[in-house]
């Protein structure tokens, strides 16, 4: 899924349901009550050999929330916050992406591996 207005409102909405007094609270580091949401979504790849660079495999969603005053990062568990729904990825079209070239389904076409 895309990160939309919308989706920047359902996640404040999921993080504040879980404050004690429904509200963020000041920045540990220089007191300023200014976060800022990031429009987007960082992934952490899971691995048990941190040397290695993995493509796919096991994830940790999150979403970035940043004092405007310091800096101060949080990084923000989708899966915590119970917002798994906004893991599945939007649809996509040919007409979206002029630049997306589709393989055929080998599975459909019965034509698989054969010289």
């Known amino acids: 899924m895309k990160f939309?207005?919308?989706?920047?409102?359902?996640?404040?909405a999921a993080l504040t349901a879980k404050l004690p007094d429904k509200k963020l609270r000041p920045c540990a580091v220089c007191n300023a009550l200014s976060w800022q949401l990031l429009d987007a979504f960082i992934?952490?790849?899971?691995?048990?050999?941190?040397?290695?660079?993995?493509?796919?495999?096991?994830?940790?969603?999150?979403?970035?929330?940043v004092c405007r005053n310091c800096g101060n990062t949080h990084l923000l568990?989708?899966?915590?916050?119970?917002?798994?729904?906004?893991?599945?990825?939007?649809?996509?079209?040919?007409?979206?992406?002029?630049?997306?070239v589709r393989l055929p389904d080998v599975a459909a076409t019965g034509e698989g591996g054969k010289d």
């Open 4 to 12: 939309t207005p919308e989706v920047g409102k359902e996640i404040i």
């Open 77 to 100: 568990n989708l899966n915590a916050l119970g917002l798994t729904h906004l893991l599945k990825p939007d649809p996509v079209t040919m007409d979206a992406d002029p630049m997306l």
């Open 43 to 65: 992934t952490l790849t899971i691995s048990d050999e941190p040397q290695l660079v993995q493509l796919g495999g096991n994830i940790m969603p999150n979403t970035v929330l």
